[in-house]
């Protein structure tokens, strides 16, 4: 499974977005839910609730069982066009891997789409339901190994988050 | 989730094994199928082949995500397998290295880092590389023009 990290902070977030945009939340239900929560149905909604209560204009809540499917996005997209709201969005928040909004950004060009995560590698998901990072890529500077890191160590060696994002952090 | 693996040349693979050991297909049906890596189809296609070539397979099975530990609880292997041959990738080997910490683990597949599934070029478009295969971006895995497990034409 993929190993997802967040990059930053809900306040970063929160200054990376205008209050007159249009902002739809994009959440995978697969690798990204199983880091910690940081995608998935309850960290969306989460973050729209938040973001709401904090002025900001949350169009759309997506959530996808598997953002790393580029049909899975072509479909998601078309259906946006064909119910008349895909021009009612102007910036994207991915709750989902560094590889999931590469593809997002072939498929939705005139979007902005928020980069606030980063892949750390692969991994696996241990006996306690964690995600454990087993063969992290090279620019992480850790070691790959059976073991492996859990990813909230992980995080805090690269000076990253995990999990969904917080008002608190 | 998706993982980008390409195989390992099978006579590389029948070099690491021999005609005495009980051998143990274990095939992930995720990413690696994605590849063609894995999934039940390689999987019967390695099994045939082994067998044709005279190795003693014992016990073939898919499982849905190798990379999750939990789905191997319902794996088990019989005493007389000696090595587990993985149709997964990395992670798939690590689990695999730590469930069955009593037998020989070898990998079917290397792999290339990480992508996107899609389906309009039957394959996997690797996004991120790890280090060594940084000039496989962008390609598509298998190649569907030649059906190997070498990457495609980049997008």
């Given at each position: 499974m993929i190993a997802s990290l967040r990059t930053m902070t809900y306040e970063e977030l929160k200054n990376t977005l205008g209050k007159d945009e249009r902002i739809a939340i994009w959440s995978c239900d697969t690798c990204a839910k199983s880091c910690d929560g940081f995608g998935g149905e309850?960290?969306?909604?989460?973050?729209?609730?938040?973001?709401?209560?904090?002025?900001?204009?949350?169009?759309?809540?997506?959530?996808?069982?598997?953002s790393c499917y580029f049909d899975g996005i072509r479909n998601r997209k078309e259906k946006w066009v064909s119910d008349g709201e895909y021009d009612e969005i102007d910036v994207i928040i991915p709750l989902a891997c560094q590889e999931a909004r590469v593809a997002m950004e072939k498929l939705?060009?005139?979007?902005?789409?928020?980069?606030?995560?980063?892949?750390?590698?692969?991994?696996?998901?241990?006996?306690?339901?964690?995600?454990?990072?087993?063969?992290?890529?090279?620019?992480?500077?850790?070691?790959?190994?059976?073991?492996?890191?859990?990813l909230k160590s992980a995080a805090k060696k690269l000076g990253m988050f995990t999990g969904p994002f917080q008002y608190d952090e | 989730m998706v993982s980008?693996?390409?195989?390992?040349?099978?006579?590389?693979?029948?070099?690491?094994?021999?005609?005495?050991?009980?051998?143990a297909i274990i095939s992930c049906n995720a990413c690696a199928n994605y590849c063609r890596t894995g999934g039940r189809r390689a999987m019967t296609n390695m099994s045939s082949d082994l067998e044709a070539d005279g190795f003693n397979v014992v016990i073939s099975k898919v499982i849905p995500k190798a990379c999750i530990l939990t789905n191997f609880d319902n794996v088990s292997l019989p005493d007389d397998v000696d090595t587990v041959l993985m149709m997964a990738c990395v992670s798939g080997l690590r689990a695999a290295n730590r469930v069955f910490s009593d037998k020989r683990i070898i990998s079917s597949n290397e792999t290339l880092g990480i992508g996107y599934y899609d389906s309009s070029k039957r394959g996997s478009v690797l996004v991120s590389p790890y280090?060594?295969?940084?000039?496989?971006?962008?390609?598509?895995?298998?190649?569907?023009?030649?059906?190997?497990?070498?990457?495609?034409?980049?997008?």
């Amino acid at each position: 499974m993929i190993a997802s990290l967040r990059t930053m902070t809900y306040e970063e977030l929160k200054n990376t977005l205008g209050k007159d945009e249009r902002i739809a939340i994009w959440s995978c239900d697969t690798c990204a839910k199983s880091c910690d929560g940081f995608g998935g149905e309850e960290s969306m909604k989460s973050l729209a609730s938040q973001l709401r209560s904090d002025g900001f204009n949350v169009q759309k809540e997506e959530l996808l069982v598997a953002s790393c499917y580029f049909d899975g996005i072509r479909n998601r997209k078309e259906k946006w066009v064909s119910d008349g709201e895909y021009d009612e969005i102007d910036v994207i928040i991915p709750l989902a891997c560094q590889e999931a909004r590469v593809a997002m950004e072939k498929l939705l060009p005139d979007k902005r789409i928020i980069d606030d995560s980063r892949t750390a590698g692969l991994g696996m998901l241990d006996k306690n339901g964690v995600c454990i990072l087993t063969d992290p890529f090279e620019w992480t500077g850790l070691d790959a190994s059976d073991e492996g890191i859990d990813l909230k160590s992980a995080a805090k060696k690269l000076g990253m988050f995990t999990g969904p994002f917080q008002y608190d952090e | 989730m998706v993982s980008v693996s390409r195989a390992i040349p099978y006579q590389e693979i029948v070099n690491n094994l021999n005609k005495e050991e009980g051998v143990a297909i274990i095939s992930c049906n995720a990413c690696a199928n994605y590849c063609r890596t894995g999934g039940r189809r390689a999987m019967t296609n390695m099994s045939s082949d082994l067998e044709a070539d005279g190795f003693n397979v014992v016990i073939s099975k898919v499982i849905p995500k190798a990379c999750i530990l939990t789905n191997f609880d319902n794996v088990s292997l019989p005493d007389d397998v000696d090595t587990v041959l993985m149709m997964a990738c990395v992670s798939g080997l690590r689990a695999a290295n730590r469930v069955f910490s009593d037998k020989r683990i070898i990998s079917s597949n290397e792999t290339l880092g990480i992508g996107y599934y899609d389906s309009s070029k039957r394959g996997s478009v690797l996004v991120s590389p790890y280090s060594g295969y940084q000039d496989k971006v962008g390609k598509v895995f298998p190649n569907r023009n030649n059906g190997s497990s070498e990457g495609g034409e980049n997008e």
